[in-house]
Structures are given as C-alpha cells and as structure tokens.
C-alpha cells in the first residue's frame, strides 16, 4: 500500500517593501515659478525705493535750514546777487541746494538699499558689516564734495568765463551756474565713495585685489568717461583734474579690497576674476 506524500501548496512571492518614500515626479514647469520670481524682485525693489525716498526727504527736510548759508557759500565764486529770469527761479534753485544737502545726509540710507538690492541673501554678521562701514559714505562724500569745490570748480569757472571774452560775454544765471556747480560737487562726491564700496564687497567675497588689478584697462578707460562726463568743459587739463583722482581712487580701492579680503569669509578660489 502506498503513501501518497501531501502537496505543499506553492509559495507565495514575496514583495520587497520600498524603503523609504518614492520620490514625487517633477511637477511641470508652466511658469507659476518664474512669474512669481519676477514679482517679488519687483517688490523688493518697491521697497528698497520706498526707503531710500524716505531718506531722501528726510534729509531734505533737514537740509531746508542749512540751504540759505549753502547758497551764500555758492554764490561767493558768482561775485554778485543770482540772476534770475522766471518768477519761479529763486524758489526752484532753492530746493535744488536742499535736494543735493538732503541726499548728501541721506547718502548711507541710499547706498545701504541699493546695495541690498544688488547682493541679497546676506547674512546676519555680513549685514552688520555692511551698516557698521556705511557711516564712512557721509565722510567720504563731504569729501569728494570738498575736493571738487577748492580744487575743479575755481579752473573750471576761471577756464569758462575767460573763454574768448572779446566775442563771448559771460552773464550766468542762477539756474544754468547752480546745476552746474551742484552737479559737480555731488558726483564727485559720489566718485570719492568708490573705494569704500569696493571694500565692503571685498569683505562680503565678491571682488578680489587680482580681479581689479587684471581689470586695470577697463578702469582707465572707465576713469576718461566718468571725468568727460563729470567735467562740464572739454579742455584736458579740466579732465585730467578730474580723472587723476579717478584713478588714484581705484589703486586706493585695490589697497582696500586686498585688506578687505583678511576679514572674508569666503575663499579666494571661489571667486571669479
């Protein structure tokens, strides 16, 4: 008599458990990210505005008391009373003045946005290094401001009022000499924060003192546009005034920016030429 042995029932295939989640597929670009991007740079940039116009007329309004010895100051290289022509003259040069006072007090709140803007995403410590060099703006720009008053503006009014004086007869009026003369003194006061700036960047790990020294070219070649565009005449020795300093600013700026990269955080590898 046989035994017929029992049937195994067959073994059931075993599944191995995945570990860990499944990653989710790539959600599809339709440009929901881009267009939201794009809107809050443009709110940042609302905002950095909204701050430094506040500065602005902040400054203004503490400039309003300071605008009348400004003007007497202004007026001592004119040698007479401003000549006006329309019944509004006086009272638009007048807040010309307190316009360039006001962005003068105003200038470290105006260089702190607008360098937020450009390098955002900084950290703490490197916000705390930027706030704490931007009082150096003010002093810097008073001055370039100073420079350009007892330095470029005596030639320049000299160069220009003794220019043919047998066929030209120089009559100026208070508009044409302020914008002139206002114009002057602030963008060289703005042109004497360069070193600054670049040491602040250079702390922050964007610049290098190599970078600017291999860049010396384009900062020749940048110093003749800013002083012809700057200078209010075209004869060279006015230009060179004011290109001269230009350039003794950006061998200062590569002196600060070499320092400046002692206190960075970031390698010297990691940044670009």
């Known amino acids: 008599m046989t035994t017929k042995s029992p049937v195994t029932p067959p073994k059931k295939a075993v ?3 995945p570990v860990g989640k499944l990653p989710k597929p790539a959600p599809v670009d339709d440009g929901d990210e881009l267009r939201m991007g794009l809107f809050e740079h443009l709110d940042e940039l609302r905002k950095r505005i909204t701050g430094a116009m506040i500065a602005l007329v902040i400054g203004v ?9 400004a003007l007497e100051l202004l007026n001592q290289p004119y040698g007479r009373p401003f000549q006006t022509i329309g019944p509004t003259d006086s009272v638009v040069n007048f807040f010309r003045v307190a316009l360039t006072i006001g962005a003068i007090i105003a200038i470290p709140v105006i260089t702190y946005q607008v360098l937020m803007f450009i390098i955002p995403g900084l950290t703490r410590k490197e916000k705390r290094t930027l706030f704490l060099a931007l009082p150096a703006t003010t002093l810097l720009f008073v001055i370039g401001a100073a420079f350009a008053w007892f330095m470029l503006v005596p030639p320049a009014l000299g160069f220009l009022e003794g220019f043919q004086p047998t066929i030209f007869r120089p009559d100026w009026t208070a508009d044409l000499y302020l914008s002139f003369v206002t114009a002057l003194i602030f963008w060289m006061g703005v042109a004497f924060q360069t070193p600054l700036i670049f040491f602040v960047l250079a702390i922050l790990g964007f610049v290098t003192s ?26 060279p020795v006015n ?7 230009l350039l003794v600013l950006y061998l200062l700026s590569i002196v600060l920016v070499f320092i400046g990269r002692r206190f960075s955080r970031v390698d010297e590898s990691t940044v670009s030429a």
């Open 15 to 17: 599944v191995p458990k």
């Open 239 to 245: 230009m060179s005034l004011v290109m001269g300093p």
């Open 61 to 69: 309004v503490i400039a309003i008391p300071l605008t009348t010895p």
């Open 210 to 235: 190599g970078g600017l020294l291999r860049q010396w070219r384009v900062a020749v070649v940048g110093a003749a546009v800013a002083s012809a565009l700057i200078t209010p005449t075209i004869d």
